[in-house]
């Protein structure tokens, strides 16, 4: 007589780590302003997926090995909500990853996690340090170049902010006096935030209002 035998449990990939998004509000508004900024810049692509904060498996079946980047992109994945990214079922890794420095997190932003990085091929690794007390300079960029990792040197400006040109993404970063800024090269605009964009828009279209009510207005 056979007896059938019951399929695997399937693997359970957790949605989160535990840990608070960020421990300070300087930390805090890096993330929110760089998963924000970027998602904006890319919402009219369908192949560009912009997150952070959000647990990157990277071995099939091993769940206690993740990653969760501050901010990332990914290029040539669908743009849709997930609970957590699987490197082996989206067929890639992220393309950029910035990591924004913390008390408890910078020791392994330049250590553990720039080896998983490099040996996942993350194109560029960048590292922010908004308060100053972890990194010199503040801004740093590496670059992947066969298995490793090249430092990119920040210039500054005239106005002394730090900036650094990626490859990846056709953007700059700009660092200074505890803030950063992605600007588009070519226009030289500087990137809003998801609330500075709706912010943006309602005072447009709160504009145009007013214009249509004082033509009206004439026209009586």
Do not use: C
């Not at 399929?7 to 421990?23: C, F, H, N, V, W």
């Not at 080896?115 to 010199?136: C, H, I, M, Q, S």
């Amino acid at each position: 007589m056979s007896r059938t035998v019951p399929p695997p449990a399937a693997i359970e990939y957790p949605s989160g780590d535990g840990r608070p998004m960020a421990e300070n509000d300087a930390q805090l508004a890096a993330m929110h302003y760089g998963i924000g900024a970027l998602r904006v810049y890319y919402q009219d692509r369908d192949d560009v997926y912009v997150s952070g904060d959000l647990l990157v498996y990277y071995e099939e079946g091993n769940p206690r090995v993740s990653v969760a980047p501050d901010v990332f992109v990914v290029f040539g994945v669908e743009d849709r909500m997930r609970m957590h990214y699987l490197v082996w079922e989206e067929g890639k890794a992220p393309d950029f990853v910035l990591e924004v420095a913390s008390k408890s997190t910078w020791r392994e932003d330049l250590g553990p996690k720039r080896e998983v990085y490099a040996r996942l091929g993350v194109k560029e690794y960048w590292l922010y340090d908004p308060t100053g007390e972890y990194f010199t300079p503040v801004l740093q960029g590496l670059r992947l170049a066969g298995s490793a990792y090249v430092r990119q040197l920040a210039v500054t400006s005239p106005e002394g902010a730090l900036t650094l040109t990626s490859e990846t993404l056709g953007l700059e970063l700009r660092a200074q006096g505890g803030e950063m800024r992605f600007r588009n090269p070519v226009t030289g605009q500087i990137l809003l935030s998801q609330s500075e964009e709706h912010a943006a828009r309602r005072a447009a279209e709160a504009r145009v209002v007013e214009l249509e009510t004082l033509l009206r207005e004439r026209r009586r």
